[in-house]
């Protein structure tokens, strides 16, 4: 139980080398900074799907994860959790995204609800970066002995008592009727992190300026164009274009065969050759249809083609269609942890984004959370458990050494 509880001290963490000295002596997780006189009417608890960012929200949050072992048996079931510090009286956020493996993060996570809340927690919220069952909000067979999949954990949310959900760029939006009235559920859009992100590249020469926002399927229009309205918040004139297939194809045969645009495809826009062009979507799973759409626009001469995806899962051989595909650059955010990235994936992180979310939720700010916004730096200069504010110093502290 000794080393069990050493390689769990801070946010189940899995490696012993996570581990290091800080400056006071005490035991600290990836270099987190820890203020004891962090806001104790609140803790941060994390599962085994993505440590490392929840680790990020608390060292913004000047604070810690706090301790939990969560423990199987020979036969691969868990068999239990176990919260090591008091939870009693306070706000309780559980950071974990349900990503492969998608049905043991599930697990995990009501277990760690249920434990929070036998535990005597004032509130549990759990934070989801990554929903995978937000996609099956409909059976694609139409028979009702089918169940509805999103539906059904929903309620398995609800059964265990979770009082709020905060969710990423769900794939299907209508995911937050299935949860009961008294659960509120919070979809952000990090669609102000890839832009920001965009805009420093045209400003340092990287991207042609007036790029061309590209929809790869009709049904992704109004995505694209809310991502072309950040791009002008942030100064950045483009044109707006949307790939019309008239093939239309079943999801099954668009994920395991081998996608391709037909013939008489259509490209219902601004003019494509030789600019820049961004494609859009929530997420990247095997990449076939999105990286088609890269080979397609390609053909059509024009300069480079990016790709801005919010959840990176890169399932099967994704990242070997990336290395070997015409794109420039895939970007994405870190909702889903990376086990290895291909050198033209750019992964942006959404830790500050959602540190300031619970920030203001424990502040009682009545804001619209999508009004967020940090002008002042760029997330692509963050550090791992680096604040704002740590940021500004370590900039103009480089500014003076130059």
Partial sequence: LGDVYKRQIFGNAEREDDMQESKDGKEDFKGAVVNPHYDSNFVILSGNSNPALASEIA???????????????????????????PVGDKHVYIIQSLSPPVNDNLCELLLLISAAKRAG????????????YSRDILPEEKNNLVPFVSS??????????VDNVIGIDLHHPETQGFFVSKVPVTNLDP??????????????????????VIAPEPHLSARAIRFQESLKMNGITSGLTTICDKEIRPRSIRTTGDFHYSDDTLLLGDDLQGKDCIIVDDMMDTGKRTLAAVSFLKEKKVQRVYVVVTHGLFSGDCQKRIDISPVTEVITTNTIAAKRRSPKIQQLTVGPFLAEVIKRIQ?????PLKEIRFTAVSYTHLRAHETREDLVCRLLLEKKKS
């Avoid at 810690?64 to 020979?74: F, L, M, N, Q």
């Avoid at 502040?363 to 804001?367: F, G, R, V």
């Fill in 59 to 85: 060292g913004n949050l000047r604070t810690v994860v706090s301790r939990s072992i969560t423990s199987s048996t020979d036969d691969e079931h868990f068999g239990g959790v176990q919260i090591l510090d």
């Fill in 121 to 132: 927690s004032n509130k549990v919220t759990a934070v989801i970066p990554y929903c995978a």
């Fill in 152 to 161: 059904s954990v929903a309620t398995l949310l609800n059964g265990v008592g």
């Fill in 191 to 212: 669609m102000f992190i890839q832009t920001s992100y965009i805009k420093e590249k045209i400003n340092q020469g990287d991207m042609l300026p007036n790029p061309v």
């Fill in 363 to 367: 502040e009682n700010k009545n804001s």
